[in-house]
């Protein structure tokens, strides 16, 4: 297995645009969650998923984000409108039920 | 609401020197603790668990419910310890994980 994958790497847009981030967990994994790292917060969990379901989306920062799972192979997290202050490095992450978080490489999102 | 702090954002030794990197977390219930690894130009990765109890890569960790703290702590660092630590908190029956802001250590030669 290839891991948790995401896609893009890197992303530069400008603000307006809309943004889609993809990931893919790894197969047989039941929980998924897409995090948010900066300099100034750190990483903060901002949505996760159990068997494609949202569990608890407290951490989205905004009406402007949304995440879907439409099935167990595959998250998107979206921004529309982008702005500059959500320029980070977005993680996915999958587990089993209470298991390690297996994290992908990260999506480095820049907002110009 | 829970917390995890880690109270230095660097910390620099030299091989063969004891390190600890500390970790104090905000709970009222009884929480699973974690550290992170995260090498350069590496994924994130899970380092050691408190419930498991083991010792990874010379590292160990306890959770001092008393201090509320979690350090973790290698009696002969090596530079391949060289990395950004994050400690994690995972609260209750959710799979949550509550991050430190991490320290970068680094060890020099």
């Known amino acids: 297995d290839a891991g948790v994958i995401q896609s893009p790497r890197h992303e530069v847009t400008e603000m307006g645009q809309e943004v889609t981030l993809r990931c893919k967990p790894i197969?047989?994994?039941?929980?998924l969650f897409w995090y948010r790292q900066t300099m100034m917060r750190g990483l903060e969990l901002l949505i996760y998923?159990?068997?494609?379901?949202?569990?608890?989306d407290s951490g989205m920062p905004e009406d402007r984000f949304s995440a879907k799972m439409p099935n167990a192979s595959f998250s998107t997290l979206k921004i529309q409108p982008s702005e500059p202050r959500d320029s980070a490095v977005y993680f996915c992450?999958?587990?089993?039920?209470?298991?390690?978080?297996?994290f992908g490489p990260g999506t480095r999102l820049t907002v110009l | 609401a829970q917390r995890v702090t880690q109270p230095e954002k660097l910390l620099s030794v030299f091989k063969g020197a004891p390190v600890e990197l500390k970790c104090n977390y905000s709970?009222?219930?009884?929480?699973?603790l974690f550290w992170y690894v995260q090498y350069s130009r590496q994924r994130l990765q899970l380092l050691l668990r408190?419930?498991s109890r083991e010792s990874i890569k010379g590292f160990t960790a306890d959770l001092n419910k008393g201090e509320t703290s979690f350090h973790l702590k290698k009696p002969f660092a090596q530079e391949e310890d060289s990395a950004m630590y994050y400690c994690a908190l995972s609260a209750g029956s959710n799979y949550k994980l509550t991050f430190g802001k991490g320290t970068l250590l680094t060890v020099n030669p």
């Open positions: 992450a999958s587990s089993l039920w209470h298991g390690e978080q297996f």
């Open positions: 709970y009222s219930g009884s929480p699973e």
């Open positions: 408190h419930i």
């Open positions: 197969s047989g994994h039941d929980y």
């Open positions: 998923f159990n068997n494609n379901v949202p569990i608890d």
